[in-house]
């Protein structure tokens, strides 16, 4: 039988207030100490090894939730940006799609590690450092995925940055901005969650004329996982 939706939103409510307090205080300072050295993991049939620094999809969700939404997708031939790769499992499900590939991140052991992936899972895409799109120019994409960072705060490093979008979200008023001029003719999929401020990441889009549209949701411990569509907004929205 399937679950109601109270059923659904009581589950969730003991999630964070139960597993995610119990997390906080043992799992993630263990996590934190064994994220220091490089790490192999197997994900959604890829063979990935993540250096210490670079966002970990076996330990955090959102990679991992985005890249199941991908495999259900018809991406053959396409031109698809992974913009803020990590250890590149966007990029490599969607290159194991037949997609061509595009994948960037802002810190150099990033690109690295998903270059080194790729050739492990026998999978080829173009990995480069840059800052959102400033090493891109004005390169055509029919799809962009987007694992932002969405944690309000200063970050004080290239591994913070994975994390932390600045004081009053500036990650996310640069993002809106340079995707404005792309919205009518290239699809872009973010991911966010509900412990983020969706509110002041729905006004920055507002700010360039843009709205999220909720594509795909699922529950994961303490998270709901949110997958977004950045489109045009409405008159009047």
Same mark, same amino acid.
């Given at each position: 039988?399937?679950?109601?939706?109270?059923? +659904?939103?009581?589950? @969730? *409510?003991?999630?964070? =207030?139960?597993?995610?307090?119990?997390?906080?205080? %043992? $799992?993630?300072?263990? /996590?934190?100490?064994?994220?220091?050295?490089?790490?192999?993991?197997?994900?959604?049939?890829?063979?990935?090894?993540?250096?210490?620094?670079?966002?970990?999809?076996?330990?955090?969700?959102?990679?991992?939730?985005?890249?199941?939404?991908?495999?259900?997708?018809?991406?053959?031939?396409?031109?698809?940006?992974?913009?803020?790769?990590?250890?590149?499992?966007?990029?490599?499900?969607?290159?194991?799609?037949?997609?061509?590939?595009?994948?960037? +991140?802002?810190?150099? @052991? *990033?690109?690295?590690? =998903?270059?080194?992936?790729?050739?492990?899972?026998? %999978? $080829?895409?173009?990995? /480069?450092?840059?800052?959102?799109?400033?090493?891109?120019?004005?390169?055509?994409?029919?799809?962009?995925?987007?694992?932002?960072?969405?944690?309000?705060?200063?970050?004080?490093?290239?591994?913070?940055?994975?994390?932390?979008?600045?004081?009053?979200?500036?990650?996310?008023?640069?993002?809106?901005?340079?995707?404005?001029?792309?919205?009518?003719?290239?699809?872009?999929?973010?991911?966010?969650?509900?412990?983020?401020?969706?509110?002041?990441?729905?006004?920055?889009? @507002?700010?360039?004329?843009? =709205?999220?549209?909720?594509?795909?949701?699922?529950? %994961?411990?303490?998270?709901?996982?949110?997958?977004?569509?950045?489109?045009?907004?409405?008159?009047?929205?």
């Amino acid at each position: 039988m399937a679950a109601s939706p109270v059923a +659904d939103s009581v589950r @969730a *409510a003991l999630s964070r =207030a139960v597993l995610k307090p119990l997390a906080d205080r %043992v $799992a993630r300072p263990l /996590l934190e100490l064994r994220l220091r050295g490089s790490m192999r993991t197997q994900v959604l049939g890829l063979d990935l090894v993540v250096p210490p620094g670079v966002f970990h999809p076996g330990f955090f969700f959102s990679s991992t939730a985005l890249a199941r939404l991908l495999q259900r997708r018809t991406l053959a031939g396409l031109h698809v940006l992974d913009l803020g790769t990590g250890s590149g499992i966007l990029a490599l499900v969607a290159a194991r799609k037949g997609a061509l590939v595009t994948a960037v +991140d802002i810190n150099p @052991a *990033a690109v690295e590690a =998903a270059r080194e992936n790729a050739s492990r899972n026998g %999978v $080829a895409i173009h990995a /480069l450092v840059s800052d959102q799109f400033d090493a891109i120019d004005a390169r055509k994409f029919d799809l962009i995925v987007v694992n932002p960072p969405y944690f309000e705060g200063d970050p004080r490093d290239a591994v913070a940055q994975a994390w932390l979008a600045g004081t009053g979200m500036t990650y996310f008023k640069r993002l809106f901005a340079a995707l404005k001029p792309r919205v009518a003719s290239t699809e872009t999929l973010i991911i966010l969650a509900d412990n983020c401020d969706l509110r002041a990441i729905q006004r920055c889009a @507002a700010d360039e004329g843009l =709205a999220l549209g909720l594509v795909h949701s699922e529950h %994961v411990l303490w998270e709901e996982q949110l997958i977004y569509r950045v489109v045009e907004a409405r008159d009047g929205r």
